[in-house]
């Protein structure tokens, strides 16, 4: 069950505007698979998803050699602020209580 700080905090983040999230797209992470996705970006079985997600899992490093390595890499994690977007102060908060 989710702790009331991770609801607070996830809240938050799919609150904020597009822009804000866009920057964590998960085309940017390659094989590590891991970042945001917005509403028909994903599909289950063959039809198009209504939901807009995040995609995180344990910070893990390919081995050595295999820069590639799918599922492996680090997550991609909202900021504070950045110029021109939306302020997220919540950001460590979001980052921690996920991974606690």
Same mark, same amino acid.
């Given at each position: 069950?989710?702790? =009331?700080?991770?609801?607070?905090?996830?809240?938050?983040?799919?609150?904020?505007?597009? *822009?804000?999230? *866009?920057?964590?797209?998960? #085309?940017?992470?390659? %094989?590590?698979?891991?970042?945001?996705?917005?509403?028909? /970006? @994903?599909?289950?079985?063959?039809?198009? +998803?209504?939901? /807009?997600? !995040?995609? !995180?899992?344990? +910070?893990?490093?390919?081995?050595?050699?295999? %820069? =590639?390595?799918? !599922? #492996?890499?680090?997550?991609?994690?909202?900021?504070? @602020?950045? *110029? +021109?977007?939306?302020?997220?102060?919540?950001? +460590?908060?979001?980052?921690?209580?996920?991974? /606690?």
């Amino acid at each position: 069950m989710p702790s =009331s700080r991770q609801v607070d905090s996830t809240a938050a983040f799919f609150s904020l505007p597009s *822009e804000n999230k *866009e920057a964590l797209a998960m #085309h940017k992470s390659g %094989a590590a698979w891991r970042g945001y996705f917005s509403v028909g /970006e @994903e599909f289950t079985s063959g039809k198009v +998803d209504q939901k /807009e997600g !995040l995609y !995180l899992s344990k +910070d893990n490093q390919a081995p050595k050699g295999s %820069a =590639s390595k799918p !599922l #492996h890499g680090s997550n991609m994690w909202p900021v504070a @602020e950045v *110029e +021109d977007w939306t302020p997220f102060p919540q950001a +460590d908060a979001f980052r921690d209580s996920i991974m /606690e």
